[in-house]
């Protein structure tokens, strides 16, 4: 989960195409941008015409700039999209847009706002670089739990006062990679308005500690998706039973699946990434937010 485990399966995953990092890091961004040109690929009912912009947040850490994309007309369930270790790039804007376009109002969030503006990195490749990871651990480090809850908390009240918003419909939230407890975190944050959290190949979801996501489902009001990569489960195979006791023992329905793709397989611009499972998770996804939000 973005740890030395997959960082060697990136490079198996390079050495079967016969491309060095770098390589894959210039060959993808390139093949990423030609695949973005339809907005809404992918997602079950895309295709709304969508207006975007980058906005500011005030949070009780500072200020968190981020990506606000939804339909150009009407109001819609918000939803809070928080992308995996890399942060918010291009590819991410692109998922988000795709998600606007099925009907959502998506505000894609920096985590690294503390640190510095979007983009901190401009593709996941860069990541696996030794000079990118320097980098972020800093950054990494500053994101907390309880900061987490707090900037949940500023972004929900965002979204709710804008008018593509419905405030009369439940908010959503998914996150992917680290952003995958980030989500849950989310509806912890804000049980009466977080009624959906999706979790595409999320990581650090069983820990050992008090307030590990899967033992504060208790706490929210939300139904769940935990979408897992087929490495992730054959590193961890107890995560996914810890997470079904704990979804039953809290009351909260969800749908756990492993996926025959490994981690990573949402990410546009990812070498693990999967087209046919990601659209498979994608649907899933827009089932469970047309069914709870």
């Not at 985590?111 to 990541?127: D, F, G, H, I, K």
Request: proline share 6%; net charge neutral; glycine share 8%.
């Amino acid at each position: 989960m973005c740890d030395k485990d997959t960082i060697a399966d990136f490079d198996r995953a390079l050495a079967r195409r016969g491309l060095s990092r770098r390589q894959f890091a210039l060959a993808g961004t390139a093949a990423f941008l030609a695949s973005c040109a339809k907005a809404g690929e992918g997602i079950p009912g895309g295709g709304n015409t969508l207006t975007e912009q980058t906005v500011t947040i005030a949070t009780p850490d500072g200020k968190a700039d981020a990506f606000f994309v939804h339909p150009a007309s009407g109001r819609h369930p918000g939803i809070v999209m928080w992308p995996d270790i890399a942060g918010l790039r291009d590819a991410s804007k692109e998922m988000g847009r795709r998600l606007a376009a099925a009907g959502f109002a998506v505000l894609v969030v920096n985590q690294y706002y503390r640190n510095a503006r979007a983009p901190v990195l401009t593709s996941l490749p860069e990541y696996f670089t030794p000079e990118a990871q320097v980098r972020l651990q800093p950054m990494r480090d500053a994101i907390t739990p309880a900061g987490t809850v707090r900037d949940a908390t500023a972004f929900e009240t965002f979204l709710d006062g804008q008018g593509a918003v419905d405030p009369a419909r439940k908010i959503g939230t998914c996150g992917y990679c680290m952003g995958g407890p980030f989500a849950v975190r989310t509806a912890v944050a804000v049980p009466a308005r977080v009624g959906a959290v999706a979790s595409m190949h999320g990581a650090w979801l069983v820990t050992d500690q008090p307030d590990s996501p899967h033992r504060i489902l208790k706490d929210s009001k939300a139904s769940y998706l935990f979408a897992i990569g087929q490495n992730d489960d054959a590193k961890a195979p107890g995560d996914k039973n810890a997470l079904r006791e704990a979804s039953k023992a809290a009351g909260r329905p969800a749908e756990i699946e492993v996926y025959p793709a490994d981690h990573g397989w949402c990410a546009l611009d990812a070498p693990f990434y999967d087209k046919a499972q990601s659209d498979r998770a994608n649907a899933r996804m827009i089932a469970l937010f047309n069914a709870a939000l």
